[in-house]
């Protein structure tokens, strides 16, 4: 979106990519130091952006719009979301009665 204007983006489904990759069998302590690698990478991408370009747009597959400004939100809020969904799995497990086979 900084190189492009208005640049069209395939879509791209998450949940597709996780079963494709096999999220539920990487190791944790090998892909924990690769996200904060990426992280890091990420954060310095967005020291980058010039003050004027957070209001450049792309588009979706769809044909939805964003901006800079608006993907990165939604970026940032994504993985915070889904902690919140697994420290919930993890809350009804330890609620849920052991069961003994």
Known sequence: MLEQDDPLFENWDQDATAIADRYEEQDPEQ????????????????????????????????????????????????????????KAGFEELERRPLELS
């Open 31 to 86: 892909v924990g130091p690769e996200l904060e690698r990426s992280g890091a990478v990420l954060a310095d991408r967005f020291d980058s952006v010039p003050a004027g370009a957070w209001t450049r747009r792309g588009r979706r597959g769809d044909g939805a719009a964003f901006t800079i400004d608006t993907f990165s939100r939604y970026l940032l809020h994504d993985p915070v979301h889904h902690v919140h969904d697994v």
